[in-house]
């Protein structure tokens, strides 16, 4: 088993108006095999947290700290932070010209593993990947994501997933952009790169909707860079419901969770 534990983390980006801290002292604990959704309103942090698990230059980390297995994460580069199982699947991918989809995925997976794949072997595993995630065959030629719709750019960032097969995946609302089918697919091909690979999840979403088809173990309500309540998946149901509102300052404190939960 692994474990990537987040400690009263702080982080700032600078801006315009100078330092403005986004993390304002954010603890949590994912270990493989678990599922984490951490939901929130817009503008809480949950990007911020996402993009500083995977190492975006952006982001200064002031105080606290992320380990993986006990090894400092903030002390990685990206690359460093890749290899050593944390994988980021992007609320908005990026196009990469000139690059084609096989030429990524084989240079990704060699970079990773420190060996190239087999060809044959790699060359059946992308297929079955794409066939399973209804991504057509020909994408396999075309550009990173060039000209790719929202929901194409979404199945390929799983289709990533599927084959680099991390220790941990941060998921910054993959859900968002796509419609009820392509968000079934998707769901599916998470669910089967958790189930082969013992890996553990770092939902970021707004909706209960893909929870439907993700079940989590564990739900995080995120509220102005803070963890404000913990919960089983339920308390995604009564998020549901009821929004966050009654998170909202002057609201009064929100119940604590369970010390199971919090464990």
Do not use: C
């Not at 947290?49 to 400092?72: F, N, Q």
């Amino acid at each position: 088993m692994s474990t990537l534990e987040i400690k009263d983390l702080h982080v700032s980006i600078e801006t315009e108006q100078g330092t403005k801290e986004i993390l304002k002292g954010v603890s949590l604990t994912i270990r493989t095999g678990e599922t984490h959704a951490i939901m929130g309103p817009n503008g809480s942090g949950k990007s911020t947290l996402a993009s500083t698990i995977a190492g975006h230059p952006r982001y200064t980390v002031t105080s606290g700290s992320i380990t993986l297995d006990g090894e400092d994460v903030t002390e990685m580069s990206v690359d460093e932070r890749a290899r050593a199982g944390v994988f980021l699947a992007m609320q908005y991918p990026v196009e990469v010209p000139g690059v084609t989809m096989t030429n990524f995925l084989r240079t990704a997976k060699t970079a990773i593993d420190g060996e190239a794949p087999k060809l044959r072997t790699w060359t059946k595993d992308v297929k079955d990947a794409m066939e399973k995630l209804r991504i057509d065959a020909d994408f396999a030629q075309r550009n990173v994501n060039e000209g790719f719709s929202g929901g194409e750019k979404k199945r390929v960032e799983i289709l990533q997933l599927e084959l680099f097969k991390p220790k941990f995946a941060v998921l910054d609302e993959t859900d968002s952009g796509l419609d009820v089918d392509a968000l079934k697919v998707v769901s599916e091909g998470v669910n089967r790169a958790h189930a082969e690979g013992n890996m553990g999840t770092l939902l970021i979403t707004h909706y209960t909707r893909i929870l439907r088809y993700i079940k989590p173990d564990f739900v995080h309500v995120f509220v102005d860079g803070q963890v404000v309540e913990e919960g089983g998946p339920e308390l995604a149901d009564r998020l549901e419901e009821e929004g966050y509102d009654r998170y909202a300052k002057g609201a009064g404190p929100a119940v604590a969770a369970p010390a199971a939960v919090q464990a």
